[in-house]
């Protein structure tokens, strides 16, 4: 499965994110596989009220430039994602996150028949969206369909949507994904982990698999380091942070210091308003 990483602080950060090839080994003596690195990595974080982003697709090689362009970049929200591809073939169009106007949408996990999924999605997609999207993914199909489930105060497309509307929008967005399975008999659950932003707020929501988050509150302590997390093949790390401030991370893995982390309720979302204040609610 994908690996998601979400961060928003009390303030901007530099946050290093370094890509390591790593070789995973699975199978009995008789059946050996091996696997080598991921099949994309991306990372989208927002400047002066925009949205940007850098991804790749990523075979059998190490990437630098990821660990050039985050540590020069300051942000309070950053979302980075790791694939291995499940859906669509290995390309820039299929690798994530997913940017359309000033919103960062990622998601880990598989629509189960999704060629018959495909197919609803596009008929309840509004014409501008459908030539918006430029790979074959579900992710991709899922993003277009939860920003035609939006209702904003303004421009969609400039984020001026507020958290509740958001949240609203993700839970209408969920209602329809589970008619689309029940008109399609798909029997399988899906499998749908999302983060979403605007740049003003951050929104998780967890359908099937863990995910995870940790709550820094801050410290007056001066020896405290940056946040610092390893997970399977990426390294993340805060530089020059203040110890003092508040920041919250959403991850798809907990790291080695388990007793951190908190689960993220299955079937439910959670809510990062702009002033870090946290709600849950019941998704799908």
Known sequence: ???????????PVNLSCEHRPETITTGSEDEMQIFSNSD?????????????????????KNSRDFTTISEIVSSRIFISHLR????????????????????????????????????R???????????QIGGNTDSEYCFYLFLSMLRGE????KGESSVSASVEGLKNFGNVMKEIFNEAEIQKEPVMNLLISNGKYLLAARYGEPLYYYVHEGSRDDSIPGFHFSETNVEFKTINQDPSKRFIVISTNKNNDGNIWKEIP???????????KIELSSWI
């Open 84 to 119: 291995f591809a499940s859906i669509g073939e290995v390309k820039e169009a299929n690798t994530q996150p997913f940017r359309w106007g000033n919103w960062l949408f990622a998601h880990s996990g598989t629509i189960q028949q999704f060629r018959k999924v495909k197919s």
């Open 1 to 11: 499965m994908s690996r998601l990483f979400g961060f928003f602080g009390d303030e």
């Open 266 to 276: 299955d079937r439910n979302v959670m809510a990062i308003a702009p002033d870090m």
């Open 40 to 60: 994309g990595w991306g990372i989208g974080f927002f400047r002066n009220e925009s949205s940007f982003l850098f991804k790749k697709p990523l075979k059998k």
């Open 121 to 131: 999605i596009i008929r309840k997609l509004p014409i501008a969206y459908k030539k």
């Open 154 to 157: 303004g421009g969609i497309k």
